[in-house]
């Protein structure tokens, strides 16, 4: 039997501790203030209202309704080319097979298209008709070039927001918005994380954004 007496904690200790779970306040403070605003419904409208008034409105508003419905990252977007979202008959598919080169974690996963995302799909596809099928789904500002790529997407979406009036969103904002969406409605996080192509559930727990009306559902519970 161990008949040391119990160390002391002295003065310095407890000062070490309360600088840890400072510093860990800050740390999830700061990566709370950096992650992309959800938006709600006037804000998606107020975004597709100005994406209505400028050139390339089919494909803009094609591209940012893909990551609200599907909760695709904007590399992964910017990746789809005709024959991933299109049969051999030219009919939007129900799934989006995604190969690992097209996704942020090496691993490949299947996107599901809902019936809001095949209608805007389907509205974008009668004014672009492929020529060919492995070309790029979205045209960059050229519709000779190879398209956008991650980088030039995710500052695409920037300036888009930025112009509509919505601060804090980016990029991010669609994949972040489908997410907190879908945990508001009940969806398990086991779930959410297989949609999202998530490898661990605190990752995507990460991504739900709680809000006023989540918590007003929950008490109505009790």
């Known amino acids: 039997m161990d008949r040391r007496a119990p160390k002391e904690i002295g003065i310095l200790d407890i000062r070490k501790h309360t600088a840890d779970i400072a510093n860990l306040y800050l740390i999830r403070k700061y990566t709370m203030s950096k992650q992309a605003k959800t938006l709600n419904q006037q804000e998606i409208r107020k975004v597709l209202d100005y994406i209505a008034t400028r050139k390339h409105a089919a494909r803009n508003r094609a591209m940012l309704m893909t990551t609200f419905l599907s909760g695709m990252r904007v590399g992964e977007v910017s990746s789809l080319r005709f024959n991933n979202v299109l049969d051999a008959d030219g009919k939007i598919r129900d799934e989006i097979h995604l190969t690992a080169e097209m996704t942020k974690g090496q691993y490949g996963r299947v996107v599901f298209i809902n019936e809001r995302l095949r209608k805007e799909l389907e509205q974008y596809l009668k004014i672009i008709k ?13 519709k000779t070039s190879n398209g956008f790529n991650a980088n030039t997407l995710t500052q695409h979406f920037h300036y888009l927001y930025k112009r509509a009036g919505i601060d804090g969103a980016s990029s991010h904002s669609g994949r972040r918005t489908f997410i907190t969406n879908l945990a508001s409605k009940g969806v398990s996080v086991r779930v959410l994380m297989s949609l999202a192509g998530h490898r661990s559930i605190s990752t995507t727990q990460a991504y739900i954004d709680i809000n006023d009306n989540m918590l007003r559902r929950a008490v109505e519970l009790a």
């Open 130 to 142: 492929p020529t060919n099928f492995n070309d790029k789904l979205f045209y960059s500002q050229k």
